[in-house]
Structure formats: structure tokens, C-alpha cells
């Protein structure tokens, strides 16, 4: 029912900026709270960004600065723009959507970022 799909993801060179799309297949997109989560091969997922439903926004203290959450509502849509990326950014990142008051969980298949030195 519920499906998130990113896209976005690629090779880019350090230093260079990326921005990753989350489309979110809900019926009321507003009523959700967004995120995006990393997670690199034999570590745990890590919280990157998020934005909530009435859009305050919280960053990991690694992207603070360099990357940016956003939401539009209209296209149902979260974004991360990634500036001045640097290699230890390189991973999968996940969208993450959380419905208001159930506090139910959807998650998308993810998208590689790899950046390179």
C-alpha cells in the first residue's frame, strides 16, 4: 500500500553536490513525518535528516551544514540536497516515512551514493 521510492543516487566526485528524491505512494502526504537514514555495509542505519510533518528539521551532527531536507507536499516529495559531499558520506540512503499518531514505519529500497577522492 504504502510505497516510497528514491532516486537520485550515483558517483560524484568529492566536493561535489548530489540531490536525492523520495516519492511517497500515501494518501495524505502531509500527515506523515520524512527522513533519510544511511546505513554503509556491517554498521547499523544512522539518522541523517528528517523533517516533520509542519516542516522543523533535524540533522546528524556529521551533514550539518553540507545537507539539506525539504519537503513539498504537493508532489509528495522529500529531497535531500547533499553539497560538499565527502568520501565518508559514501552509502545506501533510505527514506523513511512515519505516520502521525500510529507512528508506523514505511521505508524505501534505497539508493547508492558513492563519492569518490
Known amino acids: 500500500q504504502v510505497q516510497l521510492v528514491e532516486s537520485g543516487g550515483g558517483l560524484v566526485q568529492a566536493g561535489g553536490s548530489l540531490r536525492l528524491s523520495c516519492v511517497a505512494s500515501v494518501n495524505i502526504f502531509s500527515t506523515y513525518d520524512m527522513a533519510w537514514h544511511r546505513q554503509v555495509p556491517g554498521k547499523q542505519r544512522e539518522l541523517v535528516a528528517s523533517?516533520?510533518?509542519?516542516?522543523?528539521?533535524t540533522y546528524s551532527e556529521s551533514v550539518k551544514g553540507r545537507f539539506t531536507i525539504s519537503r513539498d507536499n504537493a508532489k509528495k516529495t522529500v529531497y535531500l540536497q547533499m553539497n560538499s559531499v565527502k568520501p565518508e558520506d559514501t552509502a545506501v540512503y533510505y527514506c523513511?516515512?512515519?505516520?502521525?499518531?500510529?507512528?508506523?514505519?514505511?521505508w524505501g529500497q534505497g539508493t547508492q551514493v558513492t563519492v569518490s577522492s
Open positions: 523513511n516515512a512515519r505516520k502521525l499518531l500510529t507512528f508506523k514505519d514505511y
Open positions: 523533517i516533520t510533518a509542519t516542516t522543523t528539521t
